[in-house]
T-cell receptor, first 109, second 114 residues
Framework: AQRVTQPEKLLSVFKGAPVELKCNYSYSGSPELFWYVQYSRQRLQLLLR??SRESIKGFTADLNKGETSFHLKKPFAQEEDSAMYYCALRSNYGQNFVFGPGTRLSVLP | GAGVSQSPSNKVTEKGKDVELRCDPISGHTALYWYRQSLGQGLEFLIY????????KSGLPSDRFSAERTGGSVSTLTIQRTQQEDSAVYLC????????????FGNGTRLTVT
């Protein structure tokens, strides 16, 4: 069965500090991994996806198949990064998206 | 163009009543998903529509929940005989199709069952 775990419910860091939001998954095939973000009073939106190998708003994420992880990283956190972050997996037969429980990131001034 | 639109944005209902939640996906998006977002529970998959194929209903929590999608566009999620545990934010999302396309979410409907 497909499963996504995010071990931290809440992560607090100071502005300018590095941040890493952890995501691990279980899936026997080749998944597609995503990070979605929900800012206060806004809809859930795509942040980045592993196949694009891009950096969005300074965030990057590398798919590590050996460790079955897709951790989200940013070297210098900003206050505007405070939000709820969800890691999501889609199977290689392209059906359902499975989401993790989410991590609330709080960047302190 | 416009994003995914959901209505109503808020719904308060009494236990035992039926409710209907509506989703208008982005034009041209063939895939439509319903999720439930509960406090501290993340996003729980409910149902998935892809084109004219039979929907994947594997996430519906009970037979009180049903959904339909008319004309491959608008979708309605119906909850019959609502219970207090049904209180949550119900999110709709659409995508261009099953392969390599991300989800676009609506703002959700906050359902409160009293």
């Amino acid at each position: 069965a497909q499963r996504v775990t995010q071990p931290e419910k809440l992560l607090s860091v100071f502005k300018g500090a590095p941040v890493e939001l952890k995501c691990n998954y279980s899936y026997s095939g080749s998944p597609e991994l995503f990070w979605y973000v929900q800012y206060s009073r806004q809809r859930l939106q795509l942040l980045l996806r592993h196949i694009s190998r891009e950096s969005i708003k300074g965030f990057t994420a590398d798919l590590n198949k050996g460790e079955t992880s897709f951790h989200l990283k940013k070297p210098f956190a900003q206050e505007e990064d405070s939000a709820m972050y969800y890691c999501a997996l889609r199977s290689n037969y392209g059906q359902n998206f499975v989401f993790g429980p989410g991590t609330r990131l709080s960047v302190l001034p | 163009g416009a994003g995914v639109s959901q209505s109503p944005s808020n719904k308060v209902t009494e236990k035992g009543k039926d409710v209907e939640l509506r989703c208008d996906p982005i034009s041209g998006h063939t895939a439509l998903y319903w999720y439930r977002q509960s406090l501290g529970q993340g996003l729980e998959f409910l149902i998935y529509f892809q084109g004219n194929s039979a929907p994947d209903k594997s996430g519906l929590p009970s037979d009180r929940f049903s959904a339909e999608r008319t004309g491959g566009s608008v979708s309605t999620l119906t909850i019959q005989r609502t219970q207090q545990e049904d209180s949550a934010v119900y999110l709709c999302a659409s995508s261009l199709g099953p392969q390599s396309s991300p989800l676009h979410f609506g703002n959700g409907t906050r359902l409160t069952v009293t």
